[in-house]
């Protein structure tokens, strides 16, 4: 389960994907309003994550870490070869 954590007055999202820890900074500061709305986001990312429909360089465009996820990175089982 993520979180929404604060850093020096700045918020940012704390969360697991594909077994790997992933932070992503904002520059939204630490209000009660900006952490409903993170919290929000956060939910339907946690939400797409177990549906297996979240894109990660589509909700963090820019990232360094929407490369690592990227649809070239998965890699898929060869076919078994025929005897």
């Known amino acids: 389960m993520g979180s929404v954590r604060e850093r020096?007055?700045?918020l940012f999202f704390d969360?697991?994907?594909?077994?790997?820890?992933?932070r992503e900074y904002t520059k939204?500061?630490?209000?009660?309003?900006?952490?409903?709305?993170?919290?929000?986001?956060?939910?339907?990312?946690e939400?797409?994550?177990?549906?297996g429909l979240?894109?990660?360089?589509?909700?963090?465009p820019g990232s360094k870490l929407a490369a690592k996820f990227s649809a070239a990175q998965i890699v898929s089982p060869e076919p078994a070869a025929s005897a």
Do not use: E, P
């Not at 969360?15 to 820890?21: I, P, S």
């Not at 939204?28 to 990312?45: E, G, P, Q």
């Open 54 to 60: 979240f894109d990660y360089a589509k909700c963090f």
């Open 47 to 51: 939400s797409d994550i177990s549906l």
């Open 28 to 45: 939204l500061t630490d209000t009660a309003s900006n952490r409903k709305k993170m919290h929000a986001v956060l939910d339907k990312i």
């Open 8 to 10: 020096r007055g700045d």
């Open 15 to 22: 969360f697991q994907y594909r077994g790997h820890r992933c």
